[in-house]
């Protein structure tokens, strides 16, 4: 596991009868804007309100394509 809040990579085991929260995930389209010295920024294609994500959340390279 990866920790969201600072990116360092976490090593834990759980018991089969431990229970974990459930994560809240939501699937959206982002359009890739740029990349600056911190990480890239997107912007969302529903209501083009823009994120930025650390370059160092990504464990591999993102998969961005660009549209002609």
Do not use: C, H, W
């Not at 920790?3 to 929260?21: C, F, H, M, N, P």
């Not at 911190?38 to 912007?43: A, D, Q, S, V």
């Amino acid at each position: 596991m990866r920790g969201l809040a600072d990116g360092v990579k976490i090593s834990k085991r759980y018991k089969t009868t431990e229970q974990v929260e459930r994560a809240f995930v939501e699937d959206r389209d982002f359009t890739y804007l740029y990349q600056d010295g911190e990480g890239f920024t997107f912007m969302n294609t529903e209501n083009y309100d823009q994120r930025s994500s650390r370059r160092t959340l990504s464990a591999t390279p993102l998969p961005i394509s660009r549209k002609a």
